[in-house]
């Protein structure tokens, strides 16, 4: 008889790519493999990708925390990558550590991840040295993403973003938009393209296509995400259509 995991996840109230792109990822894994998942969420207020919103919304995280928790969810995700990087260098680390002793106060301990520790991890599990990526943020805050991946050992040969604004806007862009933006980025010494280094950022459905014009492999923060999430669980990180990162070799 196979098990049902709990997916818990801790996101922006205007993000709703989490909740779609991290199911649809289980959801194909369940399609080959005998596992199960069900998904729960806890929001936190952000409306606009601003360092004052960010940082009221990241002071949410742990009443959210104890709120998975109380569902006794087998894994928490903070789905929120440029929140995370905007706290400071190496905060993810903080951050995983803070939230998962939440969990331990609350009687239920519970493993925490966060999308930006994940993309992390994605990329040191490819052997990635220099990287390409594409975000949606404003160019001070995408500034600050690319320098919290260089502080982690990487380096950003080219980088883009779309600079949009307003959250629910960044969830409606079209992904296939992405394609020609990757495309545009200086690719010849790079290892890893990061498509979308945002979760309210869709990519998932372009990640193959992407793969197949650069041959390279192509990851996103959500596509991570579900990498650790899987890693954390114990189990195989194997998941179609996703790309290089979920084909199970890592």
């Not at 990822?25 to 409306?47: G, W």
């Not at 991570?224 to 979920?246: F, H, Q, R, W």
Request: proline share 5%; with cysteine.
């Amino acid at each position: 008889m196979s098990r049902s995991y709990k997916i818990g996840q801790i996101v922006p109230s205007s993000n709703v790519t989490m909740e779609t792109e991290i199911p649809a990822m289980f959801r194909a894994r369940e399609l080959i493999l005998p596992e199960r998942f069900t998904f729960h969420s806890s929001r936190m207020r952000m409306k606009s990708a601003n360092i004052d919103e960010l940082k009221r919304m990241d002071g949410e995280s742990e009443r959210c925390a104890y709120e998975l928790s109380d569902a006794n969810v087998d894994i928490i995700g903070y789905a929120c990558l440029v929140a995370i990087m905007s706290m400071g260098l190496g905060y993810h680390g903080a951050s995983e550590n803070n939230l998962h002793k939440c969990t331990v106060q609350n009687q239920n301990k519970t493993p925490v991840i966060t999308s930006a520790g994940a993309l992390i991890t994605g990329l040191k599990d490819l052997y990635a040295r220099k990287i390409a990526l594409l975000c949606p943020y404003m160019k001070n805050l995408a500034k600050t993403v690319v320098n919290y991946i260089s502080n982690e050992g990487f380096e950003v040969c080219d980088w883009y973003t779309l600079q949009i604004p307003n959250n629910l806007d960044v969830a409606a862009h079209d992904p296939k938009n992405l394609i020609d933006h990757a495309c545009n980025l200086k690719l010849d010494d790079v290892d890893v393209i990061v498509v979308s280094a945002c979760v309210q950022m869709p990519s998932l459905s372009i990640i193959p296509k992407l793969e197949q014009i650069t041959q390279k492999p192509v990851i996103s923060a959500a596509v991570c995400t579900v990498y650790s999430m899987l890693k954390s669980l114990n189990l195989e990180p194997i998941v179609p259509d996703a790309g290089t990162l979920l084909v199970g070799d890592y």
